[in-house]
């Protein structure tokens, strides 16, 4: 069992910046993919960005590209989620997410892949 826990969350006027960060237990985290997803009110949770267990590959959402960096640090057990000018269309509920791999290069976009999920933080830009 992996458990993770989000940190880094606030209000943040349009602009704005926030880092998140989702640290996980156990010794096994560089073995897991790690996803940032956000779930905004009344809509689907989507993926945000992903990082491969080696941290060589990477996938960003299109609507935060340029905006937003993963990033991890294998030796913390953590994952981290920069993000730069923020806009009110980021206000979400942000969820870390980690999926078990043999593979050095996998990424995963589906949060249905994701065997372990944090319990969210909330972020909200004002206008």
């Known amino acids: 069992q992996v458990q993770l826990v989000e940190s880094g969350g606030g209000l943040v006027q349009t602009g704005g910046s926030l880092k998140l960060l989702c640290t996980a237990s156990?010794?096994?985290?560089?073995?897991?993919?790690m996803g940032w997803f956000r779930q905004a009110p009344g809509k689907e949770r989507k993926v945000v960005a992903v990082?491969?267990?080696?941290?060589?590959?990477?996938f960003y959402a299109d609507s935060v590209k340029g905006r937003f960096t993963i990033s991890r640090d294998n030796a913390k057990n953590t994952v981290y989620l920069q993000m730069n000018n923020l806009k009110p269309d980021d206000t979400a509920v942000y969820y870390c997410?980690?999926?078990?791999?043999?593979?050095?290069?996998?990424?995963?976009?589906?949060?249905?892949?994701?065997?372990?999920w944090g319990q969210g933080t909330q972020v909200t830009v004002s206008s």
């Open positions: 156990g010794r096994t985290f560089s073995t897991y993919v």
């Open positions: 990082m491969s267990r080696s941290g060589d590959r990477t």
């Open positions: 997410a980690a999926r078990g791999t043999n593979s050095d290069q996998a990424l995963y976009y589906n949060g249905a892949s994701y065997d372990y």
